[in-house]
């Protein structure tokens, strides 16, 4: 048996000329609202607003369906604390013993690094200088989290071959480093910031003030 995929396309025929339709999809925006604002669009036939590319795309994968699905339930059920869909695009798949993960974007100039005899490998894609995308094959929960945490930073590469070079390596630090510089200001902000204000500038009263005002 051979099983070719041609590709798809939503049937958008129902919405001709009721929805604003893009990309061969329904239009809507970071709240997952069509052109309608009471009619909302998930999953592969929504067009929706992608942050991280600063342009609309429509994606057919499993994890974006049941994100923009959840994302479109919180919207109408608290509009008031639900903010504009931030969606890291994310792919994966399994075929018998093979089993990937894809996230960000597949474009620019790609830089393989792995060995590809064996079961750990992948690629990243880089475009206009920064890291857009990686693609992993047989990786660990936190070799893959690593991936998606260095795709979402975009990090500048100067050096693609350096980057050949670390492979994976380079995920696993730029991830560890984002941890580290994380912790260190949540440190500040909870120690250092206050011990500061009480130092130079308010009481203890003042301070519980400002405090109980931004929790
Ligand atoms: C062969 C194949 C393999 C795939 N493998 C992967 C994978 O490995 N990883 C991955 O992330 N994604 C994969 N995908 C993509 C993934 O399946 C889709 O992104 C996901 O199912 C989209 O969910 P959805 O709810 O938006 O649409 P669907 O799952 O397509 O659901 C839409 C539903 O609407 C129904 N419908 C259509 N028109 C009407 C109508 N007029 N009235 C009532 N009902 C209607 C359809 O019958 C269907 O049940 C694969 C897709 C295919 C086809």
Redesign the pocket.
């Known amino acids: 048996m051979v ?1 070719v ?1 041609i590709g ?1 396309r ?2 958008t025929d ?1 919405f001709e000329g009721q929805l604003t339709l893009d990309k061969g999809g329904i239009k809507v925006n970071g709240r997952m609202q069509t052109s309608n604002s009471s009619v909302y669009a ?5 067009a929706f607003p992608v942050k991280l590319f600063g342009e609309s795309r429509r ?8 994100k ?2 959840k994302h479109a339930v919180a919207a109408i059920m608290d509009p008031e604390k639900t903010g504009e869909f931030d969606y890291l695009p ?5 075929v018998f013993i093979l089993s990937w993960q894809f996230y960000g974007d597949g474009v620019g100039e790609v830089v393989h690094f792995g060995d590809f005899s064996r079961n750990t490998f992948g690629a990243y894609w880089v475009n206009k200088g920064h890291l857009v995308g990686s693609f992993l094959e047989g990786g660990t929960k936190e070799q893959y989290e690593a991936l998606s945490k260095v795709t979402r930073l975009k990090p500048a590469i100067e050096d693609v071959s350096e980057l050949e070079r670390q492979g994976l390596g380079f995920a696993l630090v730029v991830s560890q480093e984002a941890a580290a510089a994380t912790t260190i200001a949540a440190t500040w902000l909870l120690v250092a910031l206050p011990s500061l204000l009480l130092d130079h500038y308010m009481s203890g009263a003042q301070l519980l003030v400002l405090l109980w005002q931004y929790r």
């Not at 998930?42 to 929504?46: E, M, N, Q």
């Open positions: 099983v995929g798809i939503p049937n129902l998930v999953g592969d036939v929504a994606l057919e994968h499993v994890d974006a369906a049941r923009s699905a994310f792919f994966y798949s399994r």
